[in-house]
């Protein structure tokens, strides 16, 4: 899932990346909050640029592939953000979000693979540049180094990352192994999305507080927030991947569905498949004609009617069978799931005190959910 936030580079704006319009940071403090920010990004960015080099030259060249490919930094804006309820952009929250942004980054490196992802930030995916074993071995080393730079800010740095990577690395075998048979599949997947998304989302927003010596009464709401904004985040990205617009999301539609991976709309769709003889019928059409099929050791291939069923299906078919999926109200309800979510994160935010922080962290959930448009 690859969320199409725009791109944070050097010299990019917060503002500029949020939507954030003169009107709605109009005040000499808004304005003071923004170029602190777009500094703090700055020194991010050009630390993340040394954390990634290595002096190994055999794990260089992986170890720089998708951090120089690109990608949004929303996980350190949240961290500088959040960190101006305190002392500001502080060295130990700079090294915080570095420290994030790079676990991020690991993570991918292991998420091609298990998805068997082919291509990653507009290139190549690292597995298929060098191999699946190469590939795992860099997000390792990456892993390593998030580590490392925890390690300099202390033992509640060491333990909110061990908590976080944990949450991951669930969140990815639940989601591998699927729901048990006493599970509901929508809460099973909620759950999957805070663990693999909401949860490194929520330690990036915590960072700012804890490493800015924030008011630690401010940190739970910090926490919630980012752990529903996650959420909301993945979702919108469950109805972006059916988007018929893929120059503007990257992505061909139907991405995940073609790679075998559930979605929303497609847990929606199998509910409403029980009771339902049109969702049952796009069900059955997306599962033999979209999604990969498992390999068949007996098939016969002098058997015309087993031909027939295995027929490959035109793209012209698999796109409308798509484009239904997309249009069906399963999707419409994921979109209204999202908004929920990102509704529920806003909420989380009402101890804050009002000001440029909150107003930010508002318009952040409204872009969220925006993306789908």
């Given at each position: 899932?690859?969320?199409?936030?725009?791109?944070?580079?050097r010299?990019?704006?917060?503002?500029?990346?949020?939507?954030?319009?003169e009107?709605?940071f109009?005040s000499?403090?808004d304005?003071?909050?923004?170029?602190?920010?777009?500094?703090g990004?700055?020194?991010?960015?050009?630390g993340?640029?040394?954390?990634?080099?290595?002096?190994?030259?055999?794990a260089?060249?992986?170890s720089r592939y998708?951090?120089?490919?690109?990608?949004?930094r929303?996980?350190?804006?949240?961290t500088l953000l959040a960190?101006q309820?305190?002392?500001?952009?502080t060295?130990?929250?700079v090294?915080?979000?570095?420290?994030i942004?790079?676990?991020?980054?690991a993570?991918?490196?292991?998420?091609?693979v298990?998805d068997?992802?082919e291509?990653?930030?507009?290139?190549?995916s690292?597995?298929?540049?060098?191999g699946?074993?190469?590939?795992?071995?860099t997000?390792?080393?990456?892993?390593?180094?998030a580590?490392q730079?925890m390690?300099?800010?202390?033992?509640?740095?060491?333990r909110?990352?061990?908590?976080?990577?944990?949450?991951l690395?669930?969140?990815?075998?639940?989601?591998?192994?699927?729901p048990?048979?006493e599970d509901?599949?929508?809460?099973?997947?909620?759950?999957?999305?805070?663990d693999?998304?909401?949860s490194?989302?929520?330690a990036a927003?915590?960072?700012?507080?804890?490493?800015s010596n924030?008011d630690?009464?401010l940190?739970?709401?910090?926490v919630?927030f980012?752990?529903r904004?996650?959420?909301a985040?993945?979702?919108?990205?469950d109805?972006?991947?059916?988007s018929?617009?893929p120059?503007e999301?990257?992505?061909?539609?139907?991405?995940?569905?073609?790679?075998?991976?559930v979605?929303l709309?497609?847990l929606?769709?199998?509910?409403?498949a029980k009771?339902?003889?049109?969702?049952?019928?796009?069900l059955?059409?997306?599962?033999?004609?979209?999604?990969?099929?498992?390999?068949?050791?007996g098939?016969?291939?002098l058997?015309?009617?087993?031909?027939?069923?295995?027929?490959v299906?035109?793209?012209?078919s698999v796109?409308?069978?798509?484009?239904?999926l997309?249009?069906?109200?399963?999707?419409r309800?994921?979109?209204?799931?999202?908004h929920?979510?990102?509704?529920?994160?806003?909420?989380?935010l009402?101890?804050?005190?009002?000001?440029?922080?909150?107003k930010?962290?508002?318009?952040?959930?409204?872009?969220?959910?925006?993306?789908?448009?």
């Open positions: 899932m690859n969320p199409s936030l725009p791109v944070v580079r010299g990019s704006s917060l503002a500029a990346n949020l939507g954030l319009s009107r709605i109009a000499a403090s304005r003071a909050m923004v170029a602190a920010i777009d500094e990004l700055e020194r991010v960015e050009a993340l640029v040394r954390e990634v080099a290595h002096a190994d030259p055999i260089a060249a992986p998708l951090f120089d490919a690109g990608g949004k929303v996980r350190p804006m949240l960190a309820l305190g002392d500001g952009v060295d130990e929250v090294t915080a979000a570095e420290a942004e790079i676990t991020h980054l993570s991918l490196y292991h998420d091609d298990m068997e992802s291509r990653r930030r507009g290139v190549p690292a597995q298929t540049v060098w699946n074993s190469v590939a795992i071995l997000g390792d080393l990456l892993f390593a180094r580590s730079l390690a300099r800010l202390g033992e509640r740095a060491i909110m990352q061990a908590d976080t990577f944990e949450r690395v669930l969140g990815q075998l639940h989601e591998t192994v699927g048990r048979p509901d599949p929508i809460d099973h997947y909620i759950q999957v999305l805070a693999k998304t909401g490194l989302i929520a927003a915590q960072s700012g507080v804890i490493f924030a630690p009464a940190e739970a709401p910090i919630a980012g752990e904004i996650g959420v985040f993945q979702l919108i990205d109805v972006i991947d059916l018929p617009s120059a999301t990257g992505k061909v539609p139907g991405t995940d569905l073609r790679a075998g991976v979605t709309p497609l929606r769709l199998r509910e409403a009771t339902d003889a049109s969702a049952a019928g796009l059955a059409r997306i599962e033999r004609d979209v999604m990969p099929q498992e390999p068949d050791t098939f016969d291939p058997d015309t009617n087993t031909q027939a069923a295995r027929a299906p035109s793209k012209a796109d409308a069978i798509v484009a239904e997309r249009d069906h109200a399963v999707t309800a994921t979109l209204d799931e999202a929920r979510w990102a509704r529920d994160a806003v909420a989380a009402d101890p804050l005190p009002e000001g440029s922080v909150k930010a962290l508002t318009r952040f959930a409204d872009t969220v959910v925006e993306r789908s448009s």
